[in-house]
């Protein structure tokens, strides 16, 4: 009969990473072909970086060839609409408020959209404040300290 002993649980078993480490044999093509790996990657990271920005720079000019073809769609449609007499007509009209001969023409002076109008003023105060003394008098009297005083007090 064989004796068996069950292998250590997981929980248990302890690793002894010197003795993984030191297992670990490099040979002089393993160390060569890392080194090559490493400089092909200090080689191609550059690269890779030019390319990338060059594929977003592509992308950005393409955007911008679109929009401005989509300007000249624009500014095709508009030539041709001012190239219909009705258009013109209509243009001439609103802009420079040209009529034909006998139009009665009627111009609204306060035709402003709500937002521009500035609403009214809010009352500065809602409270009814009396003064202790009558405004008047203590105005004359200030004016004739003002005007009999000898000499000026400079305020500061």
């Given amino acids: 009969m064989r004796n068996t002993t069950a292998p250590p649980s997981p929980a248990r078993r302890t690793v002894?990473?010197?003795?993984?480490?030191?297992?670990?044999?490099?040979?002089?093509?393993?160390?060569?072909?890392?080194?090559?790996?490493?400089?092909?990657?200090?080689?191609?990271?550059?690269?890779?970086?030019?390319?990338?920005?060059?594929?977003?720079?592509?992308?950005?000019?393409?955007?911008?060839?679109?929009?401005?073809?989509?300007?000249?769609?624009?500014?095709?449609?508009?030539?041709?609409?001012?190239?219909?007499?009705a258009y013109i007509t209509s243009q001439a009209r609103e802009r420079l408020y040209y009529v034909q001969p006998g139009d009665v023409v009627y111009l609204v002076d306060d035709d402003l959209p709500q937002g521009v109008i500035p609403p009214e003023q809010a009352p500065v105060s809602e409270d009814v404040e009396e003064t202790t003394g009558d405004w008047m008098t203590q105005f004359v009297r200030s004016v004739a300290n003002a005007g009999l005083a000898r000499t000026v007090a400079v305020g500061g």
Avoid: H, K, N
Wanted: net charge negative.
């Fill in 16 to 85: 002894d990473v010197r003795d993984w480490v030191g297992g670990v044999r490099l040979s002089a093509f393993s160390g060569i072909m890392l080194g090559l790996v490493v400089l092909a990657a200090f080689a191609l990271v550059p690269t890779l970086g030019t390319y990338l920005d060059q594929r977003q720079q592509i992308a950005a000019l393409q955007e911008s060839v679109r929009l401005s073809e989509e300007q000249v769609v624009a500014l095709e449609a508009e030539r041709d609409r001012w190239a219909d007499p």
